[in-house]
């Protein structure tokens, strides 16, 4: 590893432009390089944690051995820069800009009035060119002059996840459907292009053109001979990208991370959007590069899925048509966990969450993750490696284990397409039989996730039940009542009553369809089960397992006649925003994208965590969360003659510091001042607040309480 890790820099390109950086703090996000170390401020900081899309960019790897460009797209605020040593972003402004010429997408975003304040556009933007450059690598026939091969389910499953609070979703969804090959023009909603009368040739015409055959560049040639030779992290800062298992291992026991050196695993990095990250490690391990947790493979006896493979890519996988005969169960079983992946997260989080970073966070912190109740269902094994050596046991076991210690690491996770293993989770699958009275449960397994424990936990009691039985209401009813027992939320956990009648409901929906399967199937259509249920009901039963639910599509479909009234002309007209175009690309500025001044100093509010209580003091925490701290500003700060006035409302002015007394939870109780905005924000939530609630006086709740008390707001005159 010495010889690779000669003083190499971190390389990478923005929009085609070169980035050299010798020395870099690895747990810099790539959002606040490219906010503040570049001039490219499309991406904007919205939530920080994966949540809303603000921040959406587009990362191209180049693979030197197969000489091909992979395109996804990610959230900003969440990707560490490290990890992208030869990659090459772009942003919005990359796509197109007032200089070069807006790209067709920033064009359509603005005629069809998808663009209202322009916060959320360009990575509303981001994540639409992603799946359009991916759909058009595709080997999909071509689509008609002027479209791409993205169908319109697929161009609205695109933006799913970027969040915008002001335009409303049609007029997005419409700008983005406008390139889907498959879409109807006239369900596209008010715009500035298109006429009524006109005929549907003159109609995609008018419409900003778009070119797939036309190569948009995302990875510039100069990278491309630079990325066979420089994919190795810096000495200078302390990124390890291990390329093998020994080298993994010998790492995780050597000096750099013993003597008490602070070290993290790391894949996507995802995991810091749900939970924040206020420690700062002396070194990062970057699982990517070394093979066995980079594996996915899958044949007639199961799917092997390498713990660093990104969610996007399992799914994509699962979606292969395969040329080994998995068997019925196998494709059941592919296609519901890519169904049910589909549902986790946003395009931009799957691309670089993985699968087994989800795992060690439900196993080590409890997270309430989908992929560990859909594991557990389905009888998955583990690999590990650990202090001891290669250990492999099954998920269910691993989850009923002590908190992974840090050198432990997940490599692989191996779903088994075993007949008698199969299974009944959250997700619908048991292994059935139909016989002369009705359908015969051989084996279930039920998985409950996220209902108020600490991991997912399987409902023994009902499984041992159900197996055997002949499905009908009787037997349905006790299971339901079983199931009640089970599932019962940890105390301290919200609405316990709901979460338990949830699990009671699902399984009820499940299993109810097929307790009356023999008259069903010989009667046709009785008991108000459909045809498609009983076509469904009878390819399971021949598949020897049930599998519930067709699959739903995002699609939505409207027609919308606006009648334009001359009168006022040209009010009502659908004219473009001007400046729409430059929110789409980004270019517009806004407050937070004014550079600040240099040696500035950031501030982070600590809020109170309880209603009407005392302040009695606030500590920041000893450690390093300290680090870059200039001072805290509480009221008391206040120069004389000065006024502890924040905002100023029609009523009365609201205190910008809350004093002695925080009023509500959220009351701002002091300003921590420091060196940068990630050392204010750490010290601000790690702050802890020391409070006093006794003898305080009770919150008013209600109006009723508020007459009572006499507590009245003063109405300006
Ligand atoms: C906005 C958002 C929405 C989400 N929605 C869902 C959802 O709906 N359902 C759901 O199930 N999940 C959801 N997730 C969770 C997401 O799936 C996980 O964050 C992601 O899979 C973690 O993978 P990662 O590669 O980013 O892990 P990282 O963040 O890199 O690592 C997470 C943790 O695991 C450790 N780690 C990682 N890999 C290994 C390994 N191989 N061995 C040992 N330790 C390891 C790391 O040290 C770290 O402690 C969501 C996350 C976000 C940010
Ligand atoms: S800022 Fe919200 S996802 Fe990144
Ligand atoms: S947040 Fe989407 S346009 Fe304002």
């Not at 049910?340 to 395009?347: D, L, N, Q, T």
């Not at 430059?582 to 407050?591: F, I, N, P, R």
Request: charged share 20%; with cysteine; net charge negative.
């Amino acid at each position: 590893m010495d010889e690779r890790q000669k003083n190499v820099s971190l390389v990478l390109a923005v929009n085609g432009e070169r980035f050299e950086l010798p020395c870099v703090d690895p747990s810099t996000t790539l959002l606040h390089f490219l906010r503040s170390e570049t001039c490219f401020k499309s991406p904007k900081l919205g939530c920080g944690e994966g949540g809303c899309g603000a921040c959406v960019v587009l990362v191209s790897k180049y693979d030197p051995n197969v000489k091909k460009v992979e395109d996804f797209s990610v959230s900003s605020c969440l990707t560490l820069l490290c990890s992208l040593n030869g990659c090459s972003i772009t942003t919005s402004e990359g796509l197109g800009n007032t200089r070069d010429g807006f790209h067709s997408i920033h064009e359509r975003f603005a005629g069809f009035h998808a663009s209202q304040c322009g916060f959320c556009t360009p990575g509303m933007c981001m994540s639409f060119f992603s799946a359009l450059i991916n759909a058009d690598k595709g080997n999909k026939p071509d689509p008609p002059p002027g479209f791409s091969k993205l169908t319109s389910s697929e161009a609205e499953k695109a933006i799913a996840g970027n969040l915008c609070r002001c335009t409303g979703y049609r007029p997005i969804a419409d700008a983005c459907k406008s390139f889907a090959s498959d879409v109807d023009i006239e369900d596209l909603g008010f715009n500035s292009f298109l006429k009524k009368g006109d005929s549907k040739e003159v109609k995609v015409s008018k419409l900003p053109p778009y070119d797939p055959t036309k190569n948009f560049s995302t990875y510039p040639e100069f990278l491309k001979s630079e990325s066979a030779t420089n994919s190795e992290s810096s000495r200078r800062y302390p990124w390890y990208s291990s390329v093998s298992i020994e080298e993994l291992r010998s790492l995780l026991y050597s000096n750099v991370t013993e003597n008490g050196a602070s070290f993290k695993l790391i894949v996507g990095n995802t995991g810091t959007g749900y939970y924040k990250e206020t420690q700062r490690y002396d070194h990062y391990i970057d699982l990517r590069y070394i093979p066995e947790p980079s594996i996915i493979k899958r044949d007639q006896t199961g799917i092997e899925v390498g713990a660093a493979v990104t969610i996007s890519k399992l799914i994509s996988f699962l979606k292969e048509e395969n040329k080994v005969n998995l068997g019925s169960y196998g494709m059941l079983v592919s296609q519901k966990l890519a169904n049910h992946m589909e549902k986790i997260a946003s395009p931009f989080v799957r691309n670089s969450a993985s699968v087994g970073g989800n795992l060690v966070m439900a196993q080590k912190n409890g997270f309430p993750s989908d992929i560990a109740t859909l594991f557990l269902g389905l009888c998955a094994t583990v690999s590990l490696m650990t202090s001891h050596g290669f250990e492999k046991l099954t998920w269910e076991e691993l989850l009923s284990r002590p908190p992974l210690d840090s050198r432990t690491v997940l490599l692989s996770v191996c779903i088994p397409f075993k007949q008698d293993q199969s299974s009944l989770q959250i997700h619908s699958e048991a292994d059935v039989s139909l016989c002369q009275k009705g359908l015969l449960i051989n084996n279930i397994q039920l998985a409950f996730g996220a209902y108020g424990t600490k991991h997912a936990t399987r409902a023994k009691k009902v499984e041992e039940y159900l197996t055997g039985k002949i499905l009908n209401i009787h037997v349905l009813y006790e299971a339901l009542k079983l199931v009640k027992l089970a599932v019962v939320p940890e105390d301290g956990t919200l609405h316990p009553e709901y979460r338990s009648s949830l699990a009671v409901n699902y399984v009820y929906e499940f299993l109810h369809p097929f307790t009356d399967v023999h008259s069903a199937i010989s009667g046709g259509l009785l008991n108000g089960i459909s045809d498609i249920l009983v076509e469904e009901l009878s390819k399971s039963c021949n598949d020897g397992c049930i599998s519930q639910g067709r699959e739903q599509t995002l699609l939505s479909s409207a027609k919308q006649v606006v009648e334009l009234s001359t009168e006022y002309y040209p009010v009502g007209e659908p004219m473009k925003k001007v400046g729409a175009a430059k929110q789409a690309s980004g270019e517009a500025v806004y407050v937070d994208d004014i550079p600040s001044p240099p040696n500035c100093l950031h501030g982070a509010f600590i809020y109170s965590t309880k209603p009407s209580a005392g302040v009695k003091g606030i500590q920041l925490e000893s450690n390093r969360s300290t680090d870059g701290v200039t001072t805290i500003i509480t009221f008391k700060d206040i120069p004389s003659g000065g006024e502890n006035v924040g905002v100023i409302t029609m009523s009365d002015p609201e205190p910008l510091f809350a004093d002695d007394l925080a009023r509500c939870a959220g009351d701002k109780i002091a300003l921590v001042v420091a060196d940068s905005q990630r050392s204010a924000d750490v010290a601000a939530r790690t702050a802890l607040v020391e409070y006093d609630t006794e003898n305080i006086y009770s919150p008013i709740l209600t109006v009723e309480e508020a007459v009572e008390k006499s507590s009245f707001f003063q109405i300006a005159p």
